[in-house]
């Protein structure tokens, strides 16, 4: 499985951001994914997750009501739309998957990650 990711940026406080995952493999429909983020000097965290038929999400309680995870199996793509960016949403922005059916809620479950996409957002 490799996974691509796409659609960060720069962006003003207040603004939105559309990322998109890329997956190649035969194995993405039937497999959970998530986005996580890395700030600068931070350790890497869960934004939001999203089981494989996309009836279960989960977000960190700093973006509830702000992003929103979706899939598309048939393109075998993950999307995290962002609104209402803060400076604070800054950061490399990872999309990763899981094997099996439950939401990933923490690193240590994610099975496969993609290469990071720079979200920056002024004040």
């Known amino acids: 499985v490799q996974l691509q990711a796409s659609g960060g940026g720069l962006v003003q406080a207040g603004g939105s951001l559309r990322l998109s995952c890329a997956a190649s493999g035969r194995a993405f429909s039937t497999n959970a994914m998530g986005w996580f983020r890395q700030a600068p000097g931070k350790d890497r965290e869960f934004v939001a997750g999203i089981s494989w038929g996309g009836g279960s999400t989960s977000y960190a309680n700093s973006v509830k009501g702000r992003f929103t995870i979706s899939r598309d199996n048939a393109k075998k793509s993950v999307y995290l739309q962002m609104n209402s960016l803060k400076p604070e949403d800054t950061a490399v922005y990872f999309c990763?998957?899981?094997?099996?059916?439950?939401?990933?809620?923490?690193?240590?479950?994610?099975?496969?990650w993609g290469k990071g996409t720079q979200v920056t957002v002024s004040s």
């Open positions: 990763a998957l899981k094997y099996g059916y439950g939401v990933p809620t923490t690193d240590n479950v994610i099975d496969y």
